[in-house]
Nanobody, 116 residues
Framework: VQLVESGGGMVQPGGSLRLSCAAS????????MSWVRQAPGKGPEWVSG????????YYADSVKGRFTISRDNAKNTLYLQMNSLEPEDTALYYC??????????WGKGTLVTVSS
């Protein structure tokens, strides 16, 4: 049972990145999923969430209008399209599985650095 993030890297302000999260070892399609990030020296910040079918999506105010969460249940993969990136978006981005009491499974994260 695991989540493996990819797609991070260094990008200039205003640029874009697409993160992916490959799920394995469980039935991906029956779980809501989310992205959480942690900037250097700060606590975790919830970024975005999506329901099992991908019909309902949710965003933190800090990323609304710039980030788009999606999922492909046939490929067991979660995505985060990030546009208009800002230096404040620099963080380690984690994919998480949602259960009734919170987030019970986390990946190891992928690092996003926004810098000129």
């Amino acid at each position: 049972v695991q989540l493996v993030e990819s797609g991070g890297g260094m990008v200039q302000p205003g640029g874009s990145l697409r993160l992916s999260c490959a799920a394995s070892g469980f039935t991906f399609s029956i779980y809501g999923m989310s992205w959480v990030r942690q900037a250097p020296g700060k606590g975790p910040e919830w970024v975005s969430g999506i329901d099992t079918g991908g019909d309902s999506t949710y965003y933190a105010d800090s990323v609304k209008g710039r980030f788009t969460i999606s999922r492909d249940n046939a490929k067991n993969t979660l995505y985060l399209q990030m546009n208009s990136l800002e230096p404040e978006d620099t963080a380690l981005y984690y994919c998480t599985r949602i259960v009734w009491y919170g987030m019970d499974l986390w990946g190891k994260g992928t690092l996003v650095t926004v810098s000129s």
